[in-house]
């Protein structure tokens, strides 16, 4: 069964950068998309971005300019990367496997607060 | 970006009575070459994250439960819970993922009467 575990600071000062990792077990990491979303109550689900196992990435516009997505298949892991965050980047951050069609496999979420 | 948006925002239904959430796309998510709809729908307890239960509007994910099902095709779909479970309680969404970037309706939730 594939499990994923999202890690990282749950508190970010203001305009710095969040960092996120979100190991892979149970399976492998090739072969497949990855994404991260996030959940706030002001903003319901959202969709940050995804990387495919070669490197492959796409972003949602909203968040392009201060996104990036990278992944290292030899730890079976991909990481997010959002620079500039403000108190509207507070969220629980997920990441998922997008097995296509649909997110077949999600971790726990971690809460992330930007605060000062 | 295609927008979804999702009706009611909540709805409480008697146990083992039918529950019916609706999900509009701003656009069609019908794919012509494969006539394959890129809408799925999830269901999210509190303190979890989402489960998917539905994919390609029909479909559903192994290990969910026949009582749950999806119908529609083009802009607009439905999720049914046949005859609700206690279990059932829940906030649910649906997804498009025809084009990124991939969106979420605002989600329904689902409370027992």
């Known amino acids: 069964q594939v499990q994923l575990q999202e890690s990282g600071p749950g508190l970010v000062k203001p305009s710095e950068t969040l960092s996120l990792t979100c190991t892979v077990s149970g399976g492998s990491i090739n072969n497949y998309y990855w994404s991260w979303i996030r959940q706030s109550p002001g903003k319901g689900l959202e969709w940050i971005g995804y990387i495919y196992y070669s490197g492959n990435t796409n972003y949602n516009p909203s968040l392009k300019s201060r996104v990036t997505i990278s992944v290292d298949t030899s730890k079976n892991q991909f990481s997010l990367k959002l620079n500039s965050v403000t108190a509207a980047d507070t969220a629980v951050y997920y990441c998922?496997?997008?097995?296509?069609?649909?997110?077949?496999?999600w971790g726990q979420g971690i809460l992330v607060t930007v605060s000062s | 970006d295609i927008e979804v948006t999702q009706s009611p925002d909540s709805l409480a239904v008697s146990l083992g009575e039918r529950a019916t959430i609706n999900c509009k796309s701003s656009q069609n998510v019908l794919y012509s070459s494969n006539s394959k709809n890129y809408l799925g729908w999830y269901q999210q307890k509190p303190g979890q994250p989402p489960r998917l239960l539905i994919y390609w509007a029909s479909t559903r994910e192994s290990g969910v439960p026949d009582r749950f099902s999806g119908s529609g095709s083009g802009t607009d779909f439905t999720l049914t819970i046949s005859s609700l479970q206690a279990e059932d309680v829940a906030v649910y969404y649906c997804q498009q993922y025809y084009s990124t970037p991939w969106t979420f309706g605002q989600g329904t939730k689902v409370e027992i009467k």
């Open positions: 998922a496997r997008h097995k296509p069609p649909g997110f077949d496999f």
